[in-house]
T-cell receptor
Framework: AQSVTQPDIHITVSEGASLELRCNYS??????LFWYVQSPGQGLQLLLK??????LVQGIKGFEAEFKRSQSSFNLRKPSVHWSDAAEYFC????????????FGQGTRLTINP | KAGVTQTPRYLIKTRGQQVTLSCSPI?????VSWYQQTPGQGLQFLFE???????NKGNFPGRFSGRQFSNSRSEMNVSTLELGDSALYLC???????????FGPGTRLTVL
């Protein structure tokens, strides 16, 4: 069965510092991988996706993620965080027809110190 | 293009009642998926509909059901509500297979 692990429940970084959120997945076939962000009381916004091709993918808001098949990882990075990046971040793997059933990690809550 | 819309945004029910939530996908999107989000269990897949047919179903009891109409709008129904059904219910739509899902703002259901 597919599964996603986000080892860090809560991360605090200072504004302007770099950020890396970890994600490990378990999936037998070629994974379809996603990062979503959720602000309090809101739905999920897609940051970026990996379907195939270049393993370094660029997303919105200055985020990028790198797919490493050998490590079953899809870590999210941002070189310099802004206070508005404070939110909860979810990594997900798509199953069934590529992406029509998402299995999510437990999420990482990001706090930004001024 | 308008995003995914969900109605109502907030709902309060009592145990034993039933509830119907509605989702309108992005125009042209034919796949609609539903997810339940709770603090304890996180985000869990409920079911997915495509062209009025349920294609995938998660591990939820039969009290949870859904349907999709010919215009791709979808509804989900929860019967005999339990306290544990209190959650944020998220709907997502996608254009086709192998495409990303776009989420609505969710319906916050509170069961008293």
């Amino acid at each position: 069965a597919q599964s996603v692990t986000q080892p860090d429940i809560h991360i605090t970084v200072s504004e302007g510092a770099s950020l890396e959120l970890r994600c490990n997945y378990s999936y037998g076939a070629t994974p379809y991988l996603f990062w979503y962000v959720q602000s309090p009381g809101q739905g999920l916004q897609l940051l970026l996706k990996y379907f195939s091709g270049d393993t370094l993918v660029q997303g919105i808001k200055g985020f990028e993620a790198e797919f490493k098949r050998s490590q079953s990882s899809f870590n999210l990075r941002k070189p310099s965080v802004h206070w508005s990046d404070a939110a909860e971040y979810f990594c997900a793997v798509g199953a069934h027809q590529g992406a029509q059933k998402l299995v999510f990690g437990q999420g990482t809550r990001l706090t930004i110190n001024p | 293009k308008a995003g995914v819309t969900q109605t109502p945004r907030y709902l309060i029910k009592t145990r034993g009642q039933q509830v119907t939530l509605s989702c309108s996908p992005i125009s042209g999107h034919r796949s609609v998926s539903w997810y339940q989000q709770t603090p304890g269990q996180g985000l869990q897949f409920l079911f997915e509909y495509f062209s009025e047919t349920q294609r995938n179903k998660g591990n939820f009891p039969g009290r949870f059901s859904g349907r999709q109409f010919s215009n791709s709008r979808s509804e989900m129904n929860v019967s005999t509500l339990e306290l544990g059904d209190s959650a944020l219910y998220l709907c997502a739509s996608s254009l086709a297979d192998y495409n990303e899902q776009f989420f609505g703002p969710g319906t916050r259901l509170t069961v008293l």
